[in-house]
DNA sequence: CGCATGCTTGACTGAACTCAAAGTCCGTGG
DNA sequence: CCACGGACTTTGAGTTCAGTCAAGCATGCG
């Protein structure tokens, strides 16, 4: 049975790869080139030093690892190349929040800049493959200038708008768009990482998307029903199949 | 009748400006250091370049005036120099949603770096003061590297953590807790901008308030009511006093 | 096989929303 | 100066949506 994390590109739908790991683990720590980089993070300035061979260190993650722990020393940005996690922040409460759920192309890390040590939990919902952007490369001694330093600063303003949209995302009215406009996002992404948006495997669980959207694991569980017997949506576990677009779409209101 | 904003530092509390605009309007356009903007983005790097004697460009904006439009062609960001301001997202079905309440020392137009456009709404609640920084000053052409670009850099990564908070903040439980958590919020800003941390005056509306934290304006009324009748803090409009910072902060789960 | 985890569904409850009315403050214009 | 209008706020009463508690089922793992 192959992995189908690193299948061919746009298989028929997205299927996280923690329920089938591969039979031939592959040697640890191999390498990215910048070029990989800028490719995944959709870097749309040029690229100035074409001749930066440069490699990356690749960290592999299996589902329920750790990839980063709150109040650990910054040592650099992640970009996630293959795999679905969670970040998510301790409340002052010891309630836990849900931030968001990066994917192929998100970037990791970036609340850390600012103090030095990483704010938000980050742990792998399937098994992942990470690039690691260390941060004596990314902020280069002092006052010289490096390109690693602009593609990462534009990826990160790239997080920040779709981190507001998350939070938009939570304050709709209803608890059934909330779900509904969750779908439609996870959609879009699936669509932009070249899977299927009609079909496609969630990688978390129902407190996840509760605990993201505020709203409780059993109220997304009937909100999902409910879409489902309205004929909208076909759910089976974690795997949806969106029928109608345009009724999910009217769903978001 | 002085106006406040321009008092010296550490007031008794902080008052808003709208109601008391200023008797003798100063010109217009007038400029700012880069170490004026050091000093409000609270920059923690060293000055590289003591002889940048750059000045900025300065914009002035009564209470009600929008800052930034939505769509409008990215051309820098913004520092709060003085004022309060409400950053706003408009969702897909028309709502709005409050992201944040900028003020000194805030950044404001980060969101429009990624897309060259502005994404969200920025109104002054106050008048206001904001320094200019250019956007073709701050991404200097293709290769070289400024340090404005750092420090905005900076403070950007400082910013998102904030969000991520305010974010958080409208998960807790009861509404209550959220309202509690914001006047802490609130308290600890103006404890850092100079400002006593247990007497003020909120800028903004209870519709503000409410839209912000998700939830509606008379449960914001019913929660300030109820912590001024419990004896935890006195309200009087919007001017906030806490009387017991303990009892406030026990009311955060 | 048994246990743990995750998901679904039902019944009940309660916190927050909606609708409504009245009061307060403020700026504006007569 | 004062009266007016509009925006903001407070408070109350009724309703509803989503949370809580609980039971049962499916799945996967040791």
Redesign the pocket.
Known sequence: MMNLQFATPAPLHWTPS??R?SPKPERDGRLASLQEVKTLLQYVGQVHDLNDMRQFQRRRLKAGQHALHMGQPFDGLYVVRVGALKTSMTQVDGGEHVLAFPMKGNLLGFDGMYKKQYLTEVVALTDCDLIKLPANELFAHGWSCNELERMAYSAISREVVQEQMAYALSH???????VARFLMIQSQRFAEMGYSPRRFT?P???????NHL?????????????L??LGVIS????EIEILSMEALHAFES
Chains 1, 2 share one sequence.
Request: no cysteine; proline share 3%; charged share 35%.
């Open positions: 923690s329920r790991p709709s009215a209803k608890s059934e768009a909330r969630l978390m669980t129902r407190r996840d998307i509760g505020n709203v409780t694991l059993e109220t997304v569980s009937r909100a999902f029903s409910s489902d017997h759910v089976d576990r974690r």
